[in-house]
């Protein structure tokens, strides 16, 4: 019930590796600095790019390489459903990822994959893997060690440390994730909080029915199982897991340990 298996459904999930060998769902959070680090190659640069500095014009991520996007025409339709265009000299850039002037981005590993799009003024720190089809919206905050899925949304005011999305996680308004796990078509509502520290020391103990499983980790936020659903303003104590197809209910918070699936917490 606390294995990855049972929460997520993986194969297509293209960083799964990241789960391999984990007994419980949380391990993955344990190997994430070293995997996030050696997934991306480090080759994430360009004359034109500083750390810190926005950027003054778009750029494209396309065939592996970075590169100024000036000369070419962008449609900005809803990238989760592959509908970013771009278009150079009357030709479709076919899968070619978008960096909208205004953006900030930290360091040379992060990596990027088909048909992103992230907008201004969001700001990216290494390491930092983006799957393909995701956005990364205005405003959006990842402190790094990310791992995004594809078709994901890191929304307006979102921040996310050291965290994995899967495929069709969505965090689109005014979220903090911190050490923490969104399954295959989590959607948080507006204004969700996941703490991921509690105020005693120690490391945080994930609690069942049946016994308190030492966690390992001083810091835990939240772990969602596919499919399940937070409303607005909805908070998380550190070391929540819940299961496929969970709802947490609007201006609610819910108690540290594992909530089977289908909970209706309230």
């Keep these: 019930m606390l294995s990855p298996a049972s929460l997520f459904h993986l194969d297509d999930f293209p960083e799964k590796d990241i789960f391999s060998n984990c007994i419980y769902a949380w391990d993955a959070l344990k190997q994430l600095k070293e995997y996030s680090s050696r997934r991306t190659d480090g080759n994430f640069t360009h004359r034109c790019l500083s750390d810190g500095i926005p950027l003054p014009s778009p750029f494209l991520v396309h065939n592996g390489k970075l590169r100024n996007a000036r000369e070419c025409t962008i449609t900005f339709n809803d990238a989760t459903k592959g509908k970013l265009m771009v278009t150079e000299n009357g030709q479709l850039l076919e899968g070619?990822?978008?960096?909208?002037?205004?953006?900030?981005?930290?360091?040379?590993n992060i990596k990027i994959g088909k048909g992103v799009l992230v907008e201004a003024g969001a700001y990216i720190k290494e390491p930092a893997i983006i799957g393909d089809f995701s956005e990364i919206r205005h405003g959006a905050y990842m402190r790094?060690?990310?791992?995004?899925?594809?078709?994901?949304v890191v929304g307006h005011a979102t921040e996310v440390k050291h965290s994995i999305f899967l495929n069709d996680a969505k965090a689109g308004h005014f979220a903090y994730l911190g050490?923490?796990?969104?399954?295959?078509?989590?959607?948080?509502?507006?204004?969700?909080k996941f703490a991921n520290l509690r105020f005693?020391?120690?490391?945080?103990?994930?609690?069942?029915?049946k016994e308190t499983i030492d966690s390992g980790l001083r810091k835990i936020g939240a772990i969602l199982g596919d499919g399940s659903q937070t409303g607005c303003n909805s908070v998380t104590n550190p070391g929540t897991i819940m299961g496929q197809k969970c709802a947490l209910m609007p201006n609610t918070t819910a108690a540290s340990g594992f909530h089977p699936p289908s909970s209706l917490i309230r």
């Design 200 to 209: 005693l020391p120690g490391s945080v103990g994930i609690k069942t029915k």
């Design 96 to 108: 070619a990822s978008v960096i909208m002037a205004g953006a900030v981005l930290i360091g040379k």
């Design 144 to 152: 790094g060690y990310c791992v995004i899925g594809k078709r994901c």
């Design 179 to 192: 050490d923490s796990i969104l399954g295959n078509n989590v959607n948080l509502g507006a204004g969700t």
